[in-house]
T-cell receptor, first 116, second 114 residues
Framework: GAVVSQHPSRVICKSGTSVKIECRSL??????MFWYRQFPKQSLMLMAT?????????EQGVEKDKFLINHASLTLSTLTVTSAHPEDSSFYIC????????????FGQGTRLTVV | AQSVTQLDSQVPVFEEAPVELRCNYS??????LFWYVQYPNQGLQLLLK??????LVKGINGFEAEFNKSQTSFHLRKPSVHISDTAEYFC????????????FGIGTKLQVIP
C-alpha cells in the first residue's frame, strides 16, 4: 500500500523560533498534498492544499505567512511554522494524493508540536 | 462543500457489549466515506471505507459500517467491544473523483468500561 512518511513525530521548540515538518510519499508521486491541524480534544481541520510547483492554497483563517508550505518535488511537501507561539502547539498531519481516483487519502504519522 | 456530523461526542459502553457510533453527512456532490481511529497520542488509522459496491462494509478489528444514501448516514458498529477499542473515532468524507481532500467529523470518544 501507499506509504507517507512524516518527520519529525514530535518536536519541542522555543517561542519565536521556526519549525519545519516534512511529508514524503515513499512509493508514489503526489502532485497534491494536504496539511491538517488538530487542537487538543478537537477534530482535524484542513489548513492548506499543497500543489507541486505552485503556491499552496490556504483555508480561511490560516495565516499563509506564518505557515509556509513548499512542495518542490513530487514526493515532498514541507510545512514551516514561523515565529512559533504556544498557541501553535498542536498535532499536524499531512496526507498525500496519488491522483484522482477511487482511493482513500494516505496520511503521515503526524507531528506533535509543543511550543514553550 | 461537505460537512460531517457525529451526533455523540462520547460513548461509554461496557466491555463485550455492542456499540454503534453515528455519523451523518451532507454534500452537494457524491462522496466516499471513511471511519478512522485515533489512539491517544497517535496518528490516524483507517478502520474502513466505502468507495462503491456493497453498502455494508467490513473493516479491521471487527468493525463494520453501513452506507445509507437516503439517510446520508454511515454508522459504525461492533457487536462486542474490547478495552483496547477505547479511542477517538472520526467519520470522514472526500469527494468522488477528487484528490482525497478529507472533511472530518468532530469525533466520538469511545470509552470501554471493564
Amino acid at each position: 500500500g501507499a506509504v507517507v512518511s512524516q518527520h519529525p513525530s514530535r518536536v519541542i521548540c522555543k517561542s519565536g523560533t521556526s519549525v519545519k515538518i516534512e511529508c514524503r510519499s515513499l512509493d508514489f508521486q503526489a502532485t497534491t498534498m494536504f496539511w491538517y491541524r488538530q487542537f487538543p480534544k478537537q477534530s482535524l481541520m484542513l489548513m492548506a492544499t499543497s500543489n507541486e510547483g505552485s503556491k499552496a492554497t490556504y483555508e480561511q483563517g490560516v495565516e499563509k505567512d506564518k505557515f509556509l508550505i513548499n512542495h518542490a518535488s513530487l514526493t515532498l511537501s514541507t510545512l514551516t511554522v514561523t515565529s512559533a507561539h504556544p498557541e501553535d502547539s498542536s498535532f499536524y498531519i499531512c496526507s498525500a494524493s496519488p491522483g484522482m481516483g477511487d482511493t482513500e487519502a494516505f496520511f503521515g504519522q503526524g507531528t506533535r508540536l509543543t511550543v514553550v | 462543500a461537505q460537512s460531517v456530523t457525529q451526533l455523540d461526542s462520547q460513548v461509554p459502553v461496557f466491555e463485550e457489549a455492542p456499540v454503534e457510533l453515528r455519523c451523518n453527512y451532507s454534500s452537494s456532490v457524491s462522496v466516499y466515506l471513511f471511519w478512522y481511529v485515533q489512539y491517544p497520542n497517535q496518528g490516524l488509522q483507517l478502520l474502513l471505507k466505502y468507495l462503491s459496491g456493497s453498502t455494508l462494509v467490513k473493516g479491521i478489528n471487527g468493525f463494520e459500517a453501513e452506507f445509507n444514501k437516503s439517510q446520508t448516514s454511515f454508522h459504525l458498529r461492533k457487536p462486542s467491544v474490547h478495552i483496547s477499542d477505547t479511542a477517538e473515532y472520526f467519520c470522514a468524507v472526500s469527494e468522488i473523483g477528487g484528490y482525497q481532500k478529507v472533511t472530518f467529523g468532530i469525533g466520538t470518544k469511545l470509552q470501554v468500561i471493564p
